[in-house]
Each structure stands twice: as structure tokens, then as C-alpha cells.
DNA sequence: CCTCGACCATACTGATGGGTAGCTATCCTA
DNA sequence: TAGGATAGCTACCCATCAGTATGGTCGAGG
């Protein structure tokens, strides 16, 4: 007499993106680690869309198709389940230093290879999770294991400038400050790049680094890599709108 | 026999920054809009360290010493108050913009300075609030609002670009892209800013100015604004350390 | 057939926090 | 000095949500 399970021919939204291996296969349902995983792609996507404190654990069983209980099942926490997709999206960008690390360029293209790859991390479905993990949502002991991977990254990047300005593929300048901006500029993709996805995450990368390695100063050399006309209309300005 | 107001000589923590024009004026407590100044200043405060969701307006009123319905009787909501934090730091910006629009200089020059306003902005008191009030939080409205004040100002920015290109005093580039790299670096100082203040907003926008002016590649003069030496030690490093 | 354990649902708790009702004190004006 | 406006407090309501207690279903092994 019990109705559960009864709901399959009721569902009129179609799977959207991933379906969920629940229903779908309710044979082999072994694999735990397979729905852990799925649980935790669910939670940064919604994560993404809505922000952490907007997204009810409920939220995210129902876009699995199962009930909050079903997910304490694979993790803890909520916590746990940020800090999970945080780790994912930074286990990228360590994996771009590790595949840099021994290759035979000056430490500009190393250093270039490394922030195309971040950016490339940050445009992924962890990216917001990656980005915004706030210390503060976070109990003390994740928190300082978070800020250790983000300090990480941090210094390697401080450490291929450095190495590039010694090995004279880098303008000399400030490592700390110069690794604040390129961090800065790629983790702000985060932010953005929800709402317009006109580009994949390898060309943002790639015009940002074109952006950082020419620098807005014109060069003595001819203008690389952009179109020379441009001089159409003379910069119409609409009597200072304060925008609706 | 009601031991209201009976509290000061109890107060044991000092007033820390800004002391709250409460109990140490009890006399000329006119002036509405400088409570409500304070109201909003303290709410960025406490948004700064604890992030929006993590602070409630019992926070914001202890910090004031008042209580929450005091709060509510400068404000009409939280969203409210996020709002109002915005738009402070926000019109610093906008100010920017103004004050440069009639230079008589090349648009790079005009950029770097409104860069650098933005720069400090975000290293305001407020800076937390502008970069970080997320459109999830807000009602439709409110978030349509904030919208159109980004957009206002990316566009501007592109604007300023666009110009550069075109008179010449920058290297041709895409404009969108462009700004997006250097709003996001200058954006991102929000989040690091608060566990270092080692240097002012306005050295961190200097700084980054020179870096984004220059860029990565070694120019054909000199080396500019930089130690020359540096070659001490071969970069060490210490066995990819899972830093904890 | 019967039990065991993996898996998942129903239905709950407890705490937090935004927001409000209504009372009180103080000041200004008449 | 009465009466209204201003300004602030105590005490409360209630929606949300992380997390849990409990029990039911199903496949596998005996």
C-alpha cells in the first residue's frame, strides 16, 4: 500500500543536464563513489547558481531526484560538501604547476601555461566553489586547510614570476603584487562568466594572458594580434544616465 | 526604577574604530541621517568580517550598542542594508569616472586614474559590500538595480579603452576582455585585503596599474620601477609540499 | 524462506534569525 | 504642563533549514 517509488510516469522535467544515476539505474546501484561524486557535481552546481547560504541541502537531493536523508548518507555535512568541491576545483590548478613543472621554457611561458589552466579551472562547474569558499562558512579546521591550498597556488605563481624575472622572460617587478592581480583577474571569471558564456574558459585564459603579457602600453613593435581599425564613431556619451 | 540606559559605566571593550553616536551624545541626537550613516557603516563592517549571511542585524545592533528594532527604525530590511552599502562604495567610483571625464590627457592616462580610485574603493570600508553583493541575495529589483551600476561601470571602463586604442595611447586590444581582467584584479583585492594591510588601497592600485600598464615581457628599454639585482638564491623548492 | 545489511523515505527536532507589536522614555512645542 | 512626535527597548512570532530518529524496501546469501 505504500505509494514510494510510484512517482517515475509523474515527472515532467526532463533529466537537463547529468541525469541522476539513481532512478535511471536502479539496477547496479552499487558504486557508492560514483554517487558521492554525483552528489557532490549537484551541490557545486547549485552552489553555483544560487550561492552557498541560498542552497538548502533539500535543494540539492531534489535536483537528484532523492530526499535530504539519501545525501547525509554520502556526506557529513554541508560544510563538507563546499569543501569537497572546493578541493576539486583546486585540484586542477595544482595539476597544471605539477604538468609545468618540468618543462624546458623560460618560466613566462611556464608561468602562462599555469594561468590558462587556472582559468580554465575557475570557468568550471568548481570554480565558483573554488573561488568564493569563504573561511567564514567554514569550521576553523577546514578553514585553515583551505587557506593553505589557496596559499599554495598563491606562491607558486609568486615563485615562476620570480624565477622569470631572473631568467629574464619577466619584466622586474613586485612577485606578490603581481601574482594579487593575475590571481585576481582569473578568479574573477567566477563571477561572470555564469551569466555569459560566449566564450569557452581556454579563450578567456587565453586574452587574459595576451592582456598580461603585452600590457596596455603600446609596444615600439608593430601592434600584435588585434584589428588596427576601429575609429568608427567618437565615443558618444549619454549625458551621464544613471542607469534606470 | 527601570535600569535603562543604566549600562555605560558596565561597558567593559572599548569603542574600537569609530565610537557610536549613541551614548556619547546623548544631547543634540538629532540629525537622523547621521545615524543612519552609522547604521550602514557598521553593517559594512560586519559584512566585511563575517560575510552577509553570516552576520545578523542582533551583530550590527551590538555593535552599535542598540538593539535590533533600533536598527529597523534607519532601515526598512537586511537586503536593504546591503543595498545602501553598495551603492556607497559604488559612487566612489562613479566619482571617478566624473572627475576624469574632462582631462585633457590620452585615455590610458584617464584610465590608470580612474583604476586607481577603483583600486581604493575597494579597499574602503565598503569595497566588501560593492564587489560582493551577490544578485541571489537581493530581490529581483534590488538586483536589477545593482546590475545596471556594474554595468554602468564596466561599460565605462571599456569606453576608456576603446579611446586608447583609438588615440593611440594603448595597445590594441579587445575591450571587453580587457576590462574584465582589470576590474577583477582590482575586484579581488576585497577578498585579501582585510587579512593584509600591509599597504593602502592606493599603493595596491598603483602597483597594480604599473603592472597592468607594463605587462609581463620585458620591454625593449630599460627595466622600469624595479629593483635590478635579485638573483640571491635558485629558487628552492621544497619537494611539492601538499602545504598541510 | 528468512535474515542481514545497504540504501533511502517520512517525519521530526532544535536553533537561528528576520521582522514586528506594543510599550516607554525623552524632547519639542503650544 | 499637556500632548504629540521622536526614538528606543522588551518580548514575541514564525519561516527556514541543518541535521536526525526511525522504520520500510530490496537484493544477496544462507
Redesign the interface.
Known amino acids: 500500500m505504500n505509494s514510494r517509488r510510484a512517482s517515475p510516469p509523474a515527472a515532467g522535467k526532463q533529466p537537463e543536464t547529468a541525469a541522476s544515476p539513481w532512478r535511471a539505474s536502479r539496477e547496479r546501484l552499487r558504486d557508492r563513489a560514483l554517487k558521492r561524486e554525483a552528489v557532490i557535481r549537484a551541490a557545486a552546481r547549485e552552489f553555483n547558481?544560487?550561492?552557498?547560504?541560498?542552497t538548502s541541502l533539500d535543494d540539492i537531493a531534489a535536483r537528484l531526484e532523492v530526499t535530504k536523508p539519501t545525501v547525509y548518507y554520502y556526506v557529513t555535512s554541508k560544510e563538507q560538501l563546499l569543501f569537497q568541491c572546493f578541493v576539486a576545483g583546486v585540484e586542477q590548478i595544482r595539476a597544471a604547476f605539477?604538468d609545468v613543472r618540468h618543462l624546458e621554457v623560460p618560466a613566462?611561458e611556464r608561468?602562462n601555461a599555469v594561468l590558462r589552466h587556472y582559468g580554465e579551472a575557475v570557468a568550471s562547474e568548481f570554480g565558483w566553489c573554488m573561488v568564493r569558499a569563504?573561511d567564514?562558512?567554514l569550521s576553523p579546521a577546514m578553514s585553515?586547510?583551505i587557506k593553505?591550498?589557496k596559499?599554495?597556488i598563491d606562491h607558486g605563481i609568486r615563485?615562476l614570476i620570480?624565477?622569470?624575472?631572473?631568467d629574464?622572460?619577466?619584466?622586474?617587478?613586485?612577485p606578490k603584487?603581481?601574482a594579487?592581480?593575475?590571481?585576481?583577474?582569473?578568479?574573477?571569471?567566477a563571477?561572470?562568466y555564469r551569466e555569459d558564456q560566449s566564450l569557452t574558459g581556454a579563450q578567456?585564459a587565453a586574452?587574459?594572458v595576451?592582456?598580461?603579457?603585452?600590457?596596455?602600453?603600446?609596444?615600439?613593435?608593430a601592434?600584435?594580434?588585434?584589428?588596427?581599425r576601429?575609429?568608427r564613431r567618437r565615443?558618444r556619451?549619454p549625458a551621464?544616465?544613471v542607469?534606470?
Chains 1, 2 share one sequence.
Not at 49 to 54: C, E, L, T, W
Not at 223 to 228: D, F, G, H, N, T
Request: hydrophobic share 40%; glycine share 10%; net charge positive.
Open positions: 547558481r544560487k550561492g552557498y547560504h541560498n605539477r613566462r608561468l569563504e567564514q562558512d585553515r586547510h593553505a591550498l596559499s599554495e615563485r620570480r624565477e622569470g624575472v631572473q629574464g622572460s619577466i619584466q622586474p617587478c613586485d603584487m603581481t594579487f592581480a593575475l590571481a585576481g583577474a582569473l578568479n574573477w571569471i563571477h561572470w578567456i586574452a587574459f595576451a592582456v598580461f603579457e603585452g600590457g596596455l602600453r603600446p609596444r615600439a613593435g601592434a600584435p594580434l588585434a584589428v588596427r576601429g575609429t565615443a556619451r551621464q544616465a542607469a534606470r
